[in-house]
Nanobody
């Protein structure tokens, strides 16, 4: 059974930075895509960023929501089954609970299609 444990959230002022981590267990995920989603109060869970596996000829590919492009960077450590999200230039609208997930496809599916989630990590950005 897949287990996902997110960490690294916290309270930060606008313009600040945080680095989130997500450790996945239950199988080897080196050939899986890994991604981040977030859910703000009263809103649906939305895609933030994802990274494909890095074993292809061109290495890993990354994808970002338009709202975070240029500010967030996703990376992964296959040896640790861990995906990271470096968040810079944070804005109050980035406030949400952040979740990770894994997918055998090249891109992440919509959040509602996943059966399992971790507990998430709260990110709060003050203005």
């Amino acid at each position: 059974q897949v287990q996902l444990v997110e960490s690294g959230g916290g309270l930060v002022q606008a313009g600040g930075s945080l680095r989130l981590s997500c450790a996945a267990s239950g199988r080897t995920f080196s050939s899986y895509s890994m991604g981040w989603f977030r859910q703000a109060p009263g809103k649906e869970r939305e895609f933030v960023a994802s990274i494909t596996w890095s074993g292809g000829r061109n290495g890993a590919s990354t994808y970002y929501a338009d709202s975070v492009k240029g500010r967030f960077t996703i990376s992964r450590d296959n040896a640790k089954n861990t995906v990271y999200l470096q968040m810079n230039s944070l804005k109050p609208e980035d406030t949400a609970v952040y979740y990770c997930n894994v997918d055998p496809l090249l891109t992440m599916r919509p959040a509602h299609e996943y059966d399992y989630w971790g507990q998430g990590t709260q990110v709060t950005v003050s203005s």
